[in-house]
Structure formats: C-alpha cells, structure tokens
C-alpha cells in the first residue's frame, strides 16, 4: 500500500509528464520498444562478427542490399504484389470471420454449426493450405490470397464469438426495454464492446497472414517478396536474403503502428488515454 508521500510523488511524475510536449511524451512511451530493437540488433551485429557474409551479413551489409533492391525497382513492385494479396486475404477473413463470429456469439445454434467447421480450419497447418492451393489453383495470386485468408479466418472469428459473448448483456437487455432496435442494439451496443477484442486479433491475423502469404509466394509464385526470398536462397545470397526478411518485418510494423493502431485509436475515442489526450487538447487550446 503507498503512502501519502509517495501518492503525491506519483502525482509529481505524472504532471510533469503531461507538461511535456507531444513529440516528448510520444518518445518517452516509445523507449522500452526502441530499446529492444536495440539490443536486438547488437545481437545481431555480435553474431555477424562471429559467422561469415555467407551465413549471416551484419546490418550493415543488409542495409547496403535492401538499398540496392530499393534503387533498382525491385522493393516497391515485390512489396504491391505481396501486400495486396495478403490484404485481399485478410479482408476476406476479417469479413466472413467477423460476420459469422458475430452471429455465432448472438445466436447458439450458428455457434454450434460454426464452432467445428473453424476448429478444423484452425487444425489444418498453414504449409498444407498452401500444397492444396497450389493443387487447385497453380501457381500466381490466388494460391496466396486463399491461404491468407483461410488462415486467418479462425482468428478473427474466435475473438468476434469471445468478445460478443463477454459483452454487457444487460445494457442491450436495457435498449431494447427502451425501444431500440435490433440494428440499433447491434451497432450501438455490441460492436463498440467487441471491437477491443477484434483489434488484438486482426493484428495478430495480419501479421500471421503476411507470414503465410510470404510462404505460399515461395513455393508457388513468380513475383513478390517470397518468390524474390527464393530466388536469393538459390543463389546463395545471403545479403538479399536478409533484406527481404527486413523489409517484411519493416512493412509489418509500419502497417501495425501507421494504419491498425491509429485506425483502433479513431474507432474507440471513449478509451481513458483517449479521452485524458482530448482534455488535455482542449486545456492547451483555452
């Protein structure tokens, strides 16, 4: 238990944080992630020194190879391949995952016909996805698009049935006392409550389906960041290897960080942090 002394400490810290700037208090929440990138790339760079170019290039050398990809036009038009079958999948999977997820959680027998049907989805190995598409649909686009979305699909539609049963029951039971309707009840009551667990498992999803869809363009296609990954495995380059693995993991953050978060912030404005920035917004402009 805190004593006084050390309530009015906490107080201390926490108006000086507010007082600071919003580039300030942006870089200070920042600083734990920042300082695991850190550390892992000194790890990184203390294995390089251990091993040769040929098993493991520094940093430095990696980032010498993705600026050469990006110079020569390779980057951007692997990049537009990749992402745009992978975001096609993963609307596809966030649309019928969340749809059924969401009947499933209101209605018990949807639930019940559901919950078996996504369980075997779930069971099936993302490789074996990709060994099927490829027997169904050759080589290209297609193969990816179906894997990102069958994979993901379970997903999304176990974290719609969680959040729609674990909502306020009673809140919807007291609109529809009042008049509202069904839609009304739906969109007033329900999504707001299961969007914080929807959020969570899209950004899993994305990041387990632009994983898949890396894969599935290994085996099966002949354009992209996994094609170009498997093209730089035959020829024993280890340099360009490592920076279509970076550029992944780089592309991932930022559309985590730049598009699902900010996008999250917008849609749930009745958050605590949201709310204490908009105050404090409101403050700064009086």
């Keep these: 238990m805190l004593r006084p002394g050390q309530h009015a400490r906490r107080r201390a810290r926490g108006r000086g944080f507010a007082r600071l700037p919003a580039a300030g208090r942006w870089l200070l929440r920042r600083l734990p992630g920042v300082a695991g990138i850190a550390l892992l790339v000194a790890a990184w760079l203390l294995a390089s020194l251990r091993y040769t170019p040929l098993l493991l290039p520094s940093p430095g050398e990696t980032l010498a190879a993705l600026g050469d990809l990006a110079r020569e036009g390779k980057l951007a038009g692997a990049v537009a391949d990749t992402g745009s079958r992978t975001l096609m999948g993963l609307a596809w999977a966030v649309l019928a995952g969340g749809t059924l997820g969401l009947l499933a959680g209101l209605t018990p027998v949807v639930r019940g016909v559901a919950w078996p049907v996504v369980s075997v989805l779930q069971g099936v190995p993302p490789i074996a996805w990709i060994v099927l598409t490829l027997i169904w649909f050759g080589t290209g686009g297609r193969p990816v698009t179906f894997t990102v979305a069958v994979v993901t699909l379970p997903i999304v539609f176990l974290a719609m049935v969680e959040g729609v049963r674990s909502s306020d029951r009673e809140l919807a039971d007291m609109a529809k006392n009042f008049g509202a309707s069904p839609w009304v009840t739906l969109t007033d009551i329900y999504i707001p409550q299961v969007i914080s667990y929807a959020f969570p ?22 354009d992209g960041i996994g094609s170009r990954l498997a093209l730089a495995r035959v020829n024993l380059d280890m340099p360009t290897a490592m920076a279509w693995v970076l550029a992944m993991v780089i592309i991932l953050l930022a559309f985590e960080y730049l598009v699902l978060h900010p996008l999250k912030a917008w849609l749930e404005p009745w958050r605590p942090e949201r709310r204490a920035a908009a105050n404090q917004r409101a403050g700064e402009a009086r």
Excluded: F, S, Y
């Design 201 to 222: 498992a899209v950004i899993t999803a994305a990041a387990v389906g632009w994983k898949a869809g890396v894969m599935a363009e290994v085996l099966g296609a002949q």
